[in-house]
């Protein structure tokens, strides 16, 4: 899970490394005292989950009210549905270089790269000349040696007490890595001042996905999403897309459900939704459908095999969502696994036919959704 900017800041200082003074606003009535509260020149950040802001101009300085008040407007209408800005003090900078820590699926330790040349081309930096990348590996059962961060000192060419500072952002990143559980802790540009202090200028976390329960401090938000239907999803911990074709998937495990997307694209539909209420959410039909049925779609297709996850279950919570949200779309159904002779009289009672054969279901509703039946 990608946090914002504002949030990763928030980890940073939590850690002990050095930020600009920011305030978050949501509206543009907020903009006059965030900007008082900083001082002007400042900079203004939308928050969005994607990088390359800079470049996309969504990352601004003003050096008035009047045009704070205009770039702020400018940014919450634009096309990246900016919802939330960050007010920030400009930094007089000198240098910006680049620091991060992520996880080198390779050797499976923890790696610092660092780059004395940071900021908005470092991409293309790291494809044209990879050798100014310095890259450290920690061992993680191990920890963090005084080696590893003089090696990142040494590589990057620093001296002085700018060394030093960097140094303890080093230490402070990789605590962060840790303490949040991140795939990715990165500080692209830190700035380096012209009064030599090194201060994270921008901020980057991934926070694995396994460990949000172990992270509360992040929880879900509705600014993540696009949709208010994906983030309830989500919410739920239902595994939820939405596309813009007609067949709606409500389907049990994710090798089963993507092999289905597989399958109907093979036999010329289009996917509308890919919902998953398999494992844990095998009881959660009533709460699939009513989510799945938000989105338009031409036919719902239930395809689950079940072991632990068991279908007599799932059968009925399916039975029970057609009586709850009664859907005006027919209904394809090859729900498979523990429990199935159970299963298949549940839906026969209801007035469904259950299907027995992935491919029979799949070509079936595709021919609905084309209105071939
Ligand atoms: P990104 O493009 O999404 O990575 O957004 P950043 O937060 O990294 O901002 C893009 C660029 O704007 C940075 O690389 C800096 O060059 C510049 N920038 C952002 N904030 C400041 C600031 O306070 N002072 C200066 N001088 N430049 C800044
Ligand atoms: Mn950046």
New binding site residues.
Partial sequence: MNVF?YQAKEAFRDNGIPT?RGVVIKSIEEVESAVNEISLP??I?SQIL???????G??K?VKTMEEAQKVAKELFASEYNVQILLI??????DK?VYLAVTVDPVTSKAMFIACAE???EIEILAKETPEKLITVQVDLAEGLGAYHINNLIFGLGLTGDIAKQFGAMARNLYKTFRACDANLAEI??V?ITKDEKVIA????LIIDDNSIPRQPKFPLMREYFDTQVEYEANVEGLPFLQFDGDICLMCAGAGLTTTVYDLVSDFGGTVATYAEFGGPNYTKAVRTMELVLQHPSKVILVITFGTIARADVMAQGLVDAIKIHKPSIPIVTCIRGTGEEEAFKILRDAGIEPLTNTEEAVQRAVDIAAGRV
Avoid at 50 to 56: A, D, I, S, Y
Avoid at 88 to 93: D, I, L, S
């Fill in positions: 900017e600009p400042c900079v950040k994607r990088g390359g802001r800079g470049k996309l969504l990352i300085f920030e003090e400009a930094v007089q900078m910006e940071g900021g908005v692209n540009p700035f200028g921008d901020g980057k």
